[in-house]
């Protein structure tokens, strides 16, 4: 059974830093990307970021580019966000998820689809 474990969220005052974390079970984590998610209230759910667990392929929303950044331990089958300089606007619960593909490339884009979802961690930023 795939298992997706979120942590990490909490309060911080904008400028600040969170990492999140995503502990995952259940499944051979090298095949799969991992994901992060985010819906804040009375928004759609908006893709953030993924990274293949295989070739270490990410990729970023536009709105977090340059501020937040993916990693993936393998042997702790763990994958990480690291968010700096956090906005008001990135007040949301972050979800993890799993593409059991590794992800794969469009027109020289990575992307990721996602089958196994955790449940969030609600990160908010106070302006």
């Known amino acids: 059974e795939v298992q997706l474990q979120a942590s990490g969220g909490g309060l911080v005052q904008a400028g600040g830093s969170l990492r999140l974390s995503c502990a995952a079970s259940?499944?051979?984590?090298?095949?799969?990307?991992i994901g992060w998610f985010r819906q804040a209230p009375g928004k759609e759910r908006e893709g953030v970021s993924c990274?293949?667990?295989?070739?270490?392929?990410?990729i970023y929303a536009d709105s977090v580019k340059g501020r937040f950044t993916i990693s993936s331990d393998n042997a702790k089958k763990t994958v990480y966000l690291q968010m700096n300089s956090l906005k008001a606007e990135d007040t949301a619960v972050y979800y993890c998820?799993?593409?059991?593909?590794?992800?794969?490339?469009?027109?020289?884009?990575?992307?990721?689809?996602?089958?196994?979802w955790g449940q969030g961690t609600q990160v908010t930023v106070s302006s």
């Open positions: 990274i293949s667990a295989s070739d270490g392929s990410t």
């Open positions: 998820a799993a593409d059991p593909v590794g992800g794969g490339y469009y027109n020289g884009s990575y992307y990721c689809q996602y089958d196994f």
């Open positions: 259940g499944f051979t984590f090298d095949d799969y990307a």
